[in-house]
């Protein structure tokens, strides 16, 4: 008899133990020699050794199994431990399994040519409306980059400009003030990857989701690094963030042109970029459109009225310029 030490890395033990731990229940039913504890991501086997070195085996499989598809089920345990190893059914355009296994895919063309820019350049920038996907998409990549050890890390950052809304008098720490910021950056992840191993990857630094101010100095390296509201950069700034771009890492910006909230003498910095670098190998622009807005179908038409009640807003602040051209209607 022997004993031995079994770490799930990889996986999310709530998802590879299972509800209540039926999955292991039903593991340690189907190695009734073995003697099995597990606590956290720890796994303690006993037994003999030709037992355990199957067990573990079929356990390496069962590990890999739920961290690509971030779900495991009872028939695949079966058929593991049985030796039939579950017949994949990948979606096309599939870019990674999300929480509870549920595919996130490439839905619009720019979605999937996003996503082909992003393995072919190092940097990428996504413009256009909101609901679109291209944030969504481009956190999925960057957390299947790190799924497939491409990167050590992801580093995800907005500037912390108010929309309309003053946050700065609330109280608490300037986490607690910041993360309002944030919270589209932290909605998406969780829908990627379970939660105990989010808390995991952000509790060492694994993923980083810090204000733009924070990246001042820094030089980022194996890593996919995001600038989400890039339209909300000054030129400075900008180009103090692009210039982080290390060794063995990716960088995509995205932006809507149409939402921009900086005062109204203030250039954006990414206007200014995306004209400056369109030309320069390496860097791409994917323009994003109302037909690839993926929210609810009422997103499309308020984005199609916007448009439309855009040229009269710019002509009454030529006309009225020294009006709120906010309260001009």
Do not use: C, W
Not at 147 to 169: C, D, H, M, Q, T
Request: no cysteine; aromatic share 6%.
């Amino acid at each position: 008899m022997i004993e031995r030490i079994i770490i799930l890395d990889s996986v999310d033990p709530v998802v590879f133990f299972g509800v209540n731990n039926a999955n292991i229940q039903l593991i340690k039913t189907l190695f009734p020699k073995l003697r099995l504890v597990a606590r956290g991501n720890v796994m303690k086997v006993i037994g003999e050794e030709q037992e355990i070195d199957l067990f573990e085996e079929k356990v390496r499989l069962l590990e890999k199994y739920a961290s690509e598809y971030n779900v495991l089920g009872e028939n695949v345990i079966i058929d593991v431990v049985k030796g039939d190893m579950p017949v994949e059914n990948k979606q096309n355009d599939l870019i990674i399994y999300g929480v509870n296994g549920k595919p996130i895919i490439a839905r619009t063309e720019n979605q999937k040519k996003l996503a082909n820019a992003f393995g072919e350049n190092d940097l990428v920038f996504a413009l256009g409306p909101a609901g679109s996907g291209k944030t969504y998409v481009a956190i999925a990549l960057a957390v299947k980059a790190l799924k497939n050890k491409e990167v050590k890390k992801i580093i995800l950052s907005r500037p912390a400009v108010e929309a309309g809304e003053k946050l700065g008098f609330l109280p608490g720490d300037m986490k607690e003030k910041i993360d309002p910021y944030l919270q589209p950056l932290y909605d998406a992840l969780q829908d990627m990857i379970p939660a105990a191993k989010l808390k995991e990857y952000m509790e060492n630094n694994i993923i980083q989701i810090a204000p733009l101010a924070f990246m001042r100095g820094r030089t980022l390296n194996d890593a996919v690094i995001i600038l989400d509201e890039a339209q909300n950069t000054t030129p400075h700034q900008i180009k103090m963030f692009l210039t982080r771009l290390g060794l063995n890492a990716k960088m995509i910006i995205t932006g809507d042109m149409t939402q921009i909230d900086l005062p109204v003498s203030q250039i954006s910095g990414l206007a200014q970029a995306i004209h400056i670098l369109e030309s320069i190998s390496g860097i791409v622009q994917i323009e994003f459109n109302k037909s690839d807005i993926v929210r609810h179908k009422l997103v499309q038409r308020i984005v199609e009225a916007y448009e439309k009640h855009e040229p009269r807003l710019r002509a009454k602040r030529e006309t009225h310029p020294g009006r709120d051209a906010e309260k001009i209607s």
